[in-house]
């Protein structure tokens, strides 16, 4: 899909995610603006909207785009053809994320010097879109860059810096995440859905350990609830557990386990693209089972304790080790401190690329398993919990 964008004062954004920046090295008494069509793979054209009465000199930008981005895409159409001979079984559109996970890891031959030779702190990472993906793929490298002595400042969104408790110069700088592909920058060596992923960059974040408190300890094991209640791919919601589920599983573990029900609220998390909606269960909670221990109260009795809603599902989470999540960040959040994490997913392209079996027991050990009905769910939790 083509989309029209537009450079203002020397600067290109292109929402596909190629970014570069242009110098003036010329003068310039108006502002000049210039119109883009891109695709995937790049520029496509770039005509000058507005003219100047003096020169603009755009020689290395123009050259670099117009040079660099043809060979970009002649790279991407032969790894699509090695992703599609080595998955020929996938729908051919599958192999694009195949492509794109191929393209990126080649890209980190450029930093090889940078990162294994000279390593001084130069390292920039900035995600500002899923919460999942920067979960799975951004704090991992983030962290890898630390470890390497090669990180020198992350930016993501409000709320975040407890996640990167490990990078001296975090900066919040977005109030919302945006639905935008950013794997399309290539600067992550895993950035999409993929059959397998490159771990040479990749090191697995110690939250529980960094997390773990006197704060949050009862007399019986923790059990937390992670729900969502959300607008999915445009639609109605599809992952997450209703109310007479939970019901059922309150009822059948409340006497083994301190239940702590987790479902944020618009107004604790930064949003997305992804409109959370009502689904009433807390309410109904606080009236029927009033011994489980919703994380809303939690943020409001230990307000003056904690940081941000983050903060706290991070203290909650790192004290314990059996969850029930679902599709999403909720449920890379629930597996990033071992014990087991019990998901409920009934549709997304994770069962494709079989990530559950993957990324996911990567971020922290934790057997992770994933239910896509109903009776699945019941079945784990009475032969695991």
Request: one cysteine or more.
């Amino acid at each position: 899909m083509r989309e029209n964008n537009i450079i203002t004062k020397q600067q290109l954004v292109i929402k596909n995610g190629y970014s570069d920046n242009l110098t003036n090295k010329g003068n310039m008494e108006s502002e000049m603006t210039y119109s883009i069509q891109a695709d995937g793979f790049g520029v496509k054209r770039f005509k000058k909207n507005q003219a100047t009465t003096n020169k603009f000199a755009l020689k290395s930008p123009v050259v670099l785009l117009r040079s660099d981005l043809p060979m970009q895409k002649l790279i991407l159409k032969f790894l699509r053809v090695i992703a599609i001979v080595a998955h020929p079984n996938i729908k051919k559109w599958y192999c694009y994320f195949v492509r794109d996970n191929y393209y990126s890891r080649l890209i980190q031959i450029k930093y090889f010097f940078k990162d294994y030779v000279f390593k001084e702190k130069y390292k920039i990472i900035t995600h500002n879109a899923e919460f999942q993906q920067e979960l799975t793929f951004v704090l991992p490298f983030a962290y890898w860059h630390f470890l390497n002595g090669t990180l020198a400042k992350t930016i993501s969104s409000n709320d975040t810096k407890e996640l990167y408790f490990f990078s001296k110069d975090h900066v919040e700088a977005y109030a919302k995440r945006e639905c935008i592909n950013e794997r399309k920058t290539y600067k992550i060596p895993n950035m999409t859905h993929a059959f397998s992923f490159n771990y040479k960059k990749w090191a697995r974040v110690p939250l529980k350990q960094y997390y773990k408190n006197e704060t949050f300890v009862f007399e019986k094991p923790i059990l937390v609830i992670a729900n969502k209640y959300n607008i999915e791919w445009e639609d109605n919601p599809v992952n997450f557990m209703d109310i007479p589920m939970l019901d059922k599983i309150i009822r059948n573990h409340k006497d083994k386990y301190q239940i702590i029900y987790n479902r944020p609220l618009s107004t604790q998390i930064v949003p997305d693209n992804s409109e959370i909606l009502d689904l009433g269960e807390h309410l109904w909670i606080k009236a029927n089972h009033p011994e489980v221990l919703l994380m809303n109260d939690l943020f409001t009795k230990h307000v003056k304790q904690v940081n941000n809603f983050n903060h706290l599902q991070l203290m909650v989470y790192a004290n314990c080790s059996h969850f029930i999540s679902v599709h999403g960040g909720t449920a890379a959040l629930a597996s990033y401190f071992g014990g087991t994490n019990i998901i409920y997913s009934r549709k997304g392209l994770e069962h494709v690329f079989k990530e559950f079996n993957t990324i996911f027991p990567k971020l922290s050990g934790a057997l992770i398993l994933h239910a896509k009905k109903v009776e699945e769910v019941f079945t784990y939790l009475q032969d695991y919990y």
